[in-house]
């Protein structure tokens, strides 16, 4: 099987949307998170040519996909890049698809002279936070949230 990581193009947002929603009855099982497919699929087209999207593929289908940002930190001005979406269709889970996703963003981020790559991740995503940290991730702070219902 010859595997290969580009960048997404057009005719892959419907493959690459069914791994996003694949993904969320895993990651966000028990989360009180509720997805719009429609938003998700326009977004994604408007995301695309403006960030970094990328597909790991072999030649059947789509195995993996990458969506990252840069930008600079307003604090300390460093060149970030931020891992927005990471998603291996759950098939392949194991095969090391995601290792080199993450492989190719950090090779990446040396060209690019990024000197931070940063990753958001449920606490509830255990699987996730084991794997990230597998890849050099700490955590670093946490994010609380209020969500407002009619109070």
């Known amino acids: 099987m010859v595997k290969k990581i580009r960048e997404a193009n057009k005719s892959d947002i419907d493959e690459i949307l069914r791994l996003e929603l ?3 009855g895993t990651v966000w099982e028990g989360e009180d998170i509720n ?21 790991l593929e072999d030649e059947d289908s789509i195995m993996g996909f990458m969506h ?4 600079r930190d307003v604090v300390t001005g460093e060149k970030v890049r ?8 759950p098939d392949h889970f194991g095969e090391g698809i995601g290792g080199e996703l993450i492989s190719n963003e950090k090779k990446y981020c040396k060209d690019d002279g990024a000197k ?6 449920l606490s509830s995503n255990k699987k996730g936070i084991s794997f990230y940290r597998k890849f050099g991730f700490d955590e670093m702070k946490k ?9």
């Not at 990252?68 to 930008?71: L, Q």
């Not at 931020?82 to 269709?89: A, D, R, S």
């Not at 931070?116 to 991740?121: D, F, G, S």
């Open 68 to 71: 990252s940002m840069g930008y």
């Open 116 to 121: 931070v790559l940063k990753i958001e991740v």
């Open 22 to 24: 694949m993904s969320m």
């Open 35 to 55: 997805s719009d497919e429609h938003s998700l699929k326009v977004f994604l087209r408007y995301r695309l040519g403006k960030d970094r999207l990328m597909v």
């Open 82 to 89: 931020e891992i927005v979406t990471l998603v291996v269709h």
């Open 143 to 151: 994010v609380m949230i209020k969500k407002i219902r009619g109070e």
